[in-house]
């Protein structure tokens, strides 16, 4: 899988300027590589966006890093089997990686940090995307973090 990291990572950052939440701008950057639907894609992930469903826990964005990171190192058979016990490892320790990675370059994981946010969970209601709110919002810089973290590690392992 040939993979131009600097590419996704501007694709990722374009999602999110049409509109896409921070989940969907990465996911979307990646999901063709696996031979996803990028309707389907936004879809599945968008709950995730706003550090899921505007809860600010886990930044969506890498989130959705976990779940690309999972197309790649699959964990899909059953855990009481070898070959599911093996798969189930090493999809844990590519998330921990990429996980470590995030938070060491950007100091957290979680949405409310990165954003400086005191409330624990926000309301359902997405933020008007206006030129002030990308002014103003650090999102772009996790968003390409995420994307670029990700696309090095799927590149590492071609």
Not at 81 to 86: F, H, I, N
Not at 120 to 141: A, L, Q, V
Request: with cysteine; net charge neutral; glycine share 8%.
């Amino acid at each position: 899988m040939e993979i131009d990291v600097a590419e996704r990572t501007e694709r990722a950052k374009a999602f999110f300027l049409q509109g896409y939440n921070c989940s969907q701008a990465v996911f979307l950057a990646y999901c063709d590589l696996f031979g996803i639907e990028a309707s389907f894609g936004a879809k599945l992930v968008a709950p995730l966006g706003g550090g899921m469903g505007r809860l600010r826990e886990v930044c969506g964005a890498v989130s959705a890093s976990f779940l690309v990171a999972g197309l790649k190192f699959p964990a899909d058979r059953p855990a009481d089997t070898p070959e599911g016990r093996a798969a189930k490892a090493r999809n844990y320790a590519v998330v921990q990686e990429l996980a470590a990675r995030f938070e060491q370059e950007n100091g957290s994981l979680v949405c409310r940090e990165l954003l400086n946010l005191t409330c624990k969970h926000d309301t359902s209601e997405p933020s008007e995307r206006t030129e002030n709110y990308y002014r103003r919002r650090p999102c772009i810089g996790y968003i390409m973090a995420a994307a670029r973290i990700v696309g090095e590690k799927l590149k590492e392992t071609d």
